[in-house]
């Protein structure tokens, strides 16, 4: 079981990542997927989540309106569409997979925004 995010880096606030997350060695589908992130000295919240087939999404206040979150089954990886950033999107972006009481990590993929 592994997941590898790609697409962090530095911006300016306003502009946009997106971030991807795919999944190899278990059965994708039957996973619910996440982004959590994490800042410095702070801890780890959830972002956005969906379910298993794409059609339940749900996000923190913070980033309605601005963040995305997909998921294409047959590439088994799931996105982070991240628009307008601020300086307090800063932080650690995590992918993580779930499925009943089982779930796992990637590594994380940094997004710094910052003039």
């Known amino acids: 079981e592994q997941l590898v995010e790609s697409g962090g880096g530095l911006v300016q606030p306003g502009e946009s990542l997106k971030l991807s997350c795919r999944g190899s060695?278990?059965?994708?589908?039957?996973?619910?997927m996440s982004w959590y992130r994490q800042a410095p000295g702070k801890e780890r919240e959830l972002v956005a989540q969906?379910?298993?087939?794409?059609?339940?999404?749900k996000y923190r206040d913070s980033v309605k309106g601005r963040f995305t979150i997909s998921r294409d089954n047959a590439k088994n990886t799931v996105y982070l569409q991240m628009n307008n950033l601020k300086p307090e999107d800063t932080a650690v972006y995590y992918c993580?997979?779930?499925?009943?009481?089982?779930?796992?990590w990637g590594q994380g993929t940094h997004v710094t925004v910052t003039v």
């Open positions: 993580n997979a779930r499925r009943a009481t089982w779930d796992f």
């Open positions: 060695g278990f059965t994708f589908t039957s996973y619910v």
């Open positions: 969906i379910s298993t087939a794409g059609g339940t999404t």
